[in-house]
């Protein structure tokens, strides 16, 4: 299935329906971006090994906003609603925003989920490295701005706003402990550059607390690492979607080992 509008919770949404084959698997933009930035990244690649799905959340890309702020039981909500729409349980990677969707889904809803990848999450706004907020004046913000018009319905006029409310989001949410992740049943991957907004041993909290967790620093990546390294951080997302759970190690200490058969 090609582009849709699809209806989650009365609001019409921009979607991506089932591009390629295998077990389904959505795809969760981050904030002040789009499902295009990853599709174009790393979509292709995704293709190969599975079924994708994407969707631009409220006030993001193609999917008009509403005069309420953002928070991310809303965004939760139409994950929600849009995996009840899928019919099927799905795995989900998330980047940024995306990933924090990711994993409050599953915690909330974890008949939906089989597996996550979180790429560049916090479960709370402390878990982020200190660096200068999102720009509302200048340059940089009036490319954002125009690149947003060019796809909202809601048009360029309307960035600001958009913008606004992201930076309050980051600011002041989630704000769970990572410890809330050990309840977390679905084999979940925290992925991180190590030059990251996410600090790294915020990353280590939340890969310790889960009880079926992998944890990929990679090297020499940043927060863009789906896009600075796509070909490489797909082959580390297939391995943990399509592999056994616990993976095979010779040593293994965080992991019990498989049973013996027989």
Known sequence: MGLVRVDLNGHPTWAKLREGHGEDLVVL?????????????????????????????????RTADTAEPFHYDAMVDETIAFLERLGHRAHLLGHSDGGIVALLTALRRPDLVRRIVAVGANTHPSGLVATPAFPLE????????LAFGAR??????????????SVHLFATEPTLDP????????????????DDSTRLDHAVEMYEALPAGQLCVLPGASH???????????????????????????QPIRRRPPEPIG
Not at 51 to 59: K, T, W
Not at 152 to 165: F, L, M, N, Q, T
Not at 224 to 244: H, Q, W
């Open 224 to 250: 863009g690492l789906l896009k600075e390294y796509p070909g490489l951080a797909v082959r580390i997302i297939t391995r943990f979607l399509v592999g056994p759970v616990p993976p095979p190690t010779r």
């Open 138 to 145: 200048g340059p940089d913000f009036e490319a954002w701005a």
């Open 179 to 194: 410890g809330v992740l050990a309840a977390l049943a679905a084999p979940t991957l925290i992925m991180v550059g190590d």
């Open 29 to 61: 933009h981050g904030g002040l971006s789009s499902s295009a930035s990853l599709r174009d990244a790393v979509g292709g690649r995704l293709r190969r090994h599975f079924r994708v799905s994407y969707f631009d959340r409220r006030g993001h890309g």
């Open 152 to 165: 909202s319905p809601d048009g360029v006029g309307h960035a600001r706003i958009v913008a606004e409310k």
